[in-house]
């Protein structure tokens, strides 16, 4: 599966922006999704998750209730949706592809990678 990640930018504290990963290569449905990033300096991180369907998603603590993980299979292309956003949200998010049944935050078990789209969250 290749994956490409867009709709990053610079957003202004308590803003929102939708980020978009695209997929083409592989049959889209068959696999879970997931969103991670990374800060300077710091680890990666998962931030949210979704099942095959759509019907099943995993949140990180420090974003749930804020951003909201979808999916289109007919479009093979997975959202977030990230409101209210923080300066803490700042850093390079990537979206992965999975080839489990269910949801995941353990980085390991994604198989393919996107290429990471910068969000930077300032005044």
């Known amino acids: 599966v290749q994956l490409q990640a867009s709709g990053g930018g610079l957003v202004q504290p308590g803003g929102s922006l939708r980020l978009s990963c695209a997929a083409s290569g592989r049959t889209f449905s068959n696999y879970a999704m997931g969103w991670f990033r990374q800060a300077p300096g710091k680890e990666r991180e998962f931030v949210a998750a979704?099942?095959?369907?759509?019907?099943?998603?995993l949140y990180a603590d420090s974003v749930k209730g804020r951003f909201t993980i979808s999916r289109d299979n007919a479009e093979n292309t997975v959202y977030l949706q990230m409101n209210s956003l923080k300066p803490e949200d700042t850093a390079v998010y990537y979206c992965?592809?999975?080839?489990?049944?269910?949801?995941?935050?353990?980085?390991?078990?994604?198989?393919?990678w996107g290429q990471g789209t910068q969000v930077t969250v300032s005044s």
């Open positions: 992965a592809a999975s080839h489990i049944m269910g949801v995941t935050t353990r980085s390991g078990l994604y198989d393919f």
């Open positions: 979704i099942n095959w369907s759509g019907l099943n998603t």
